[in-house]
């Protein structure tokens, strides 16, 4: 979990075991992975608490941009809550989180705007009451039908060179 702060834990001597202990125990702690051994091995954890680790590790050098495909599949629903919780108190600190997903219920309780995209180009822009369950999935069918999706996306075919 400390591979990216490796550099803030170093003491005089090098890396401080000590330091690094803390700090890890600190993320287990705030982002509630279970069990709280901050010498668990990563495999024997529950995927929830995977996940959870996993964005603990890379949240933690305060990123300025935050990319995600599907960060709750298959995880329990108390994982899903308090990674949803974390998210959304980083999305409240001002860092921009892009998240791809199929799964609507996480998209209408995760953000803030959603972009339906069909075709490779944007079908729907859904902000404020329009970011439902069920209207973010009437966007989704109604871009599988559309011929005509509202806004083009640059979709040139890349050039190769030699």
């Known amino acids: 979990m400390t591979l990216p702060v490796l550099g803030k834990l170093r003491g005089v001597l090098g890396l ?30 529950s995927g ?10 890379w949240m933690q050098d305060d990123p300025t941009l935050v990319l995600l495909q599907e960060p709750t599949q298959g995880i329990d629903v108390g994982a899903r809550a308090a990674i949803f919780s974390m998210l959304r108190r980083r999305a409240d600190q001002g860092v921009p989180i892009l998240c791809a997903s199929t799964d609507y219920d996480q998209l209408a309780q995760m953000c803030d705007r959603v972009v339906v995209l069909a075709h490779g180009r944007v079908h729907d822009v859904l ?9 973010i999935a009437a966007a989704v069918v109604a871009s599988l039908v559309d011929p005509a999706p509202s806004s083009p996306v640059d979709s040139s075919p890349v050039k190769e060179t030699a």
């Open 127 to 135: 902000t404020g009451d329009r970011i439902d369950r069920d209207v």
């Open 16 to 45: 401080s075991p000590a330091r690094e202990r803390s700090h890890v125990e600190g993320l287990v702690r705030d982002w509630d992975v279970r069990p709280a051994d901050p010498s668990a091995l990563f495999g024997t954890l």
């Open 48 to 57: 929830g608490n995977q996940q959870k680790a996993v964005l603990a590790k």
